[in-house]
């Protein structure tokens, strides 16, 4: 009977190790759930004056090749993106990105930070005037979820931003 006890008392502890350590290895899922153009319509609704323009998305037809226009980060990393751009010559956009594993945001700000400057390099051949506001353009980020904005507004649509995420966590 005692070597019974005893076998049964280390099949508990060894079924014990083993689920603890399966806890303690599980990769925390990312808490923003909402749809990259969900999250970037919502925060758009929010700020008053982001000029009308076009919305691209991940599903979209093409939609890895003008991701990859938009920004020289490796794709298959992106969870999912959303982009919606002014189409009346001006620099405004408004880029949110959800990576698939969160050791990639700073990755994805450096390349992020690479297209602002190609962008001023674009408009200070297209127009000069847009210039300062692409280089007052906002890169932010939560958990997996990156953010690159030019716009008058930058710093609203940042706010906004956040309190979208906040509210749908």
């Known amino acids: 009977m005692k070597k019974i ?5 280390l099949l508990m502890i060894a079924v014990l190790t083993v689920c ?3 806890c303690g290895s599980k990769k925390e899922e990312s808490k923003i759930k909402m749809p990259a153009s969900d999250l ?10 982001f000029p ?9 037809d093409e939609d890895k090749k003008w991701f990859e226009y938009l920004c020289e980060f490796d794709y298959d990393k992106v969870d999912d993106y959303a982009i919606k751009y002014s189409v009346s010559g001006t620099a405004d956009e408004f880029l949110l990105i959800k990576v ?3 050791k990639d ?21 297209y127009d000069a005037k847009e210039v300062s506001k692409i280089e007052a ?10 953010a690159f904005i030019v716009s008058d507004d930058a710093t609203d649509i940042s706010n906004a931003l956040t309190e979208t995420i906040d509210e749908n966590k």
Request: proline share 0%.
């Open 5 to 9: 006890s005893k076998l049964i008392c």
């Open 20 to 22: 603890l350590c399966a």
């Open 40 to 49: 970037l319509s919502k925060t758009i609704e929010k700020v008053k004056d």
């Open 52 to 60: 009308d323009g076009e919305t691209l998305k991940k599903g979209d």
């Open 100 to 102: 698939k594993d969160e």
């Open 105 to 125: 945001v700073k990755a994805l700000k450096e390349a992020l930070l690479k297209r602002q400057d190609t962008r001023k390099t674009q408009f200070k051949q």
């Open 137 to 146: 353009a906002k890169i932010v980020s939560s958990d997996n979820v990156v």
